[in-house]
Structures are given as structure tokens and as C-alpha cells.
């Protein structure tokens, strides 16, 4: 398997982490995301418009912090890769765009998105690890995404 190859597969992997069940366990960041992560570089900064208050973490641990408390919340999450991802790698660093889709279903509110990801990553000794992370969503008039992902059990779940 190439490197691209490799990074294509772990963003693909990396954007599935996110989706819930209802009646999952509790969102763990760390126990979904530690192996996505670079933990030990300084140089790590993730940010996600998605997050109201707009705020750039400069540690897998602080990201996590901004989004164990709104996943906890989430009655379901679904998404759908609608392009890429598209990979560049070189020899240490590489980094993957893509596109995907989601549907956000909290107790009081349902949100359709639209999100464009791109991540930096880093070849670590434990392997390809995120470095940068910028994600841009817009919000998509409600029922959007209706019939456009897929159900809990497809193949193309998880």
C-alpha cells in the first residue's frame, strides 16, 4: 500500500470515528482518536468552524476537550464522504482533503452539514499521525440530507 494509499484510508476512517448511535457509550475522544493524533508534537493545531466559540487547539487533548461534551450529547451522528479524500505525501509529511456530509441529531435540534476537512500529517514511529486539522462546514437548510445517508448497519456505515 502506498503512503497515499494509507492516508486516503485513515481520513476516510478518521471522519466515521465521529459517528453515534443512539444508545452508543459515551463519546471518549481519546479512546476513538489516540491512534489519529501526534500527542507529543508541539506543533499540533486543529481547528473546526463547527465549534461555536472558534477556538484553535494546540493539543489532541484540547480538541478532544472542545468535543467530548457536544458528541456526549448527540443522540445520532451520520455521515457521507461526497469527494476524496485527495492525497499529496511526501517523505515525512502528507496531507488529505475531502468532503463529507452529516447529519447532527441532538435532543432538541437535527443539523444538516457540509464539511470540507484538510489534515496535516506527520510520519511518526508510531506511524502517520495529524499535525493540523481545518475543517470548514456550512450549515444546509434543514432535511437536506434526507435519504442521502446511510443507516445504521450499511456497508457503507462505519
Known amino acids: 500500500m502506498t503512503d497515499e494509499q494509507l492516508i486516503a484510508d485513515l481520513h476516510g476512517r478518521w471522519v466515521f470515528g465521529w459517528e453515534r448511535d443512539e444508545g452508543d ?19 499540533v493545531r486543529l481547528y473546526d468552524d463547527f465549534d461555536p466559540e472558534h477556538r484553535v487547539a494546540t493539543s489532541a487533548a484540547e480538541y478532544g476537550s ?6 456526549r450529547r448527540t443522540v445520532s451522528v451520520r455521515h457521507a464522504v461526497v469527494d476524496g479524500p485527495h492525497v499529496v505525501a511526501g517523505h515525512d509529511m502528507a496531507a488529505s482533503t475531502l468532503i463529507f456530509v452529516a447529519r447532527v441529531t441532538l435532543p432538541d435540534a437535527t443539523t444538516d452539514i457540509r464539511t ?9 514511529r508510531d506511524g502517520w499521525r495529524i499535525v493540523r486539522e481545518h475543517n470548514s462546514s456550512q450549515v444546509l ?8 445517508l446511510p443507516a445504521p448497519g450499511d456497508a457503507a456505515h462505519r
Open 141 to 148: 437548510p434543514a432535511g437536506a440530507l434526507d435519504g442521502r
Open 25 to 43: 457509550p459515551l463519546f471518549d475522544f481519546r479512546r476513538v482518536f489516540g491512534d489519529f493524533y501526534d500527542a507529543e508534537s508541539p506543533d
Open 66 to 71: 472542545i468535543w467530548e461534551p457536544v458528541f
Open 116 to 124: 470540507t476537512t484538510s489534515l496535516v500529517w506527520r510520519r511518526t
